[in-house]
């Protein structure tokens, strides 16, 4: 049971590519491998840490306000991983901008912790969340790498395309994003299609 609620957000229930989630980070801030990792591990932070919350207050939260619960929760663990971020990676908090602050209204984070944690107990919350930010995360990097790779001819910032390369330019600005996650997108479907049908 455990290991099938992790799995699912890692691919079949993936958050990006099956359920649209978290659309604004996932085309804002991969201009670069380096910035996907820091927002997805942020957002996995984020997630992971609120959903145990929410599984713990599940019974004590009255329905009437569990959103605004559920957000103010939320902000407090976007505000520890904005002050962490600027105080020990100062470079990586300026890239990501004012993304970081906008991870508490991240459909992916609230979406979570109303469609299962606020249902589930505790463990299988935290394989939930845990899969669900690490399926953003590994997008996240998949999606920064290859824009960075394409834009600039390095990935994590060390050159591995030959001097002779010439950059896409445009795989850096918003419109390589949209190109690269609708690719992406389509392969996720040829890959589930073809499962399906064998």
Do not use: A, D, N
């Given at each position: 049971m455990l290991k099938k609620e992790?799995?699912?957000g890692l691919w079949k229930e993936n958050p990006v590519l099956r359920?649209?989630?978290?659309m604004c980070p996932t085309l804002a801030v991969t201009t670069s491998s380096l910035n996907g990792a820091a927002m997805g591990l942020a957002t996995?932070?984020?997630v992971l840490s609120s959903g145990i919350v929410v599984s713990i207050l599940r019974k004590i939260i009255p329905p009437q306000v569990r959103i605004p619960v559920f957000a103010v929760i939320i902000a407090t663990f976007v505000t520890i991983a904005d002050i962490v971020l600027k105080a020990h990676f100062p470079l990586i908090s300026r890239e990501l901008g004012p993304y970081v602050p906008l991870i508490v209204v991240n459909c992916l984070i609230m979406g979570r912790q109303e469609a299962f944690?606020?249902?589930n107990p505790i463990h299988l919350s935290i394989a939930d969340t845990l899969g669900m930010g690490l399926g953003f995360t590994w997008l996240l990097v998949l999606l920064g790498s290859i824009r960075e790779i394409m834009g600039m001819g390095t990935v994590f910032g060390m050159r591995i395309m030959p001097s002779t390369f010439?950059?896409?330019i445009i795989m850096v600005l918003p419109a390589g994003a949209f190109i690269t996650l609708g690719l992406l997108a389509a392969f996720y479907n040829m890959i589930n299609e073809k499962k399906m049908r064998s």
């Open positions: 992790f799995i699912k359920q649209l989630l978290g996995t932070f984020v944690t606020s249902k010439e950059e896409w």
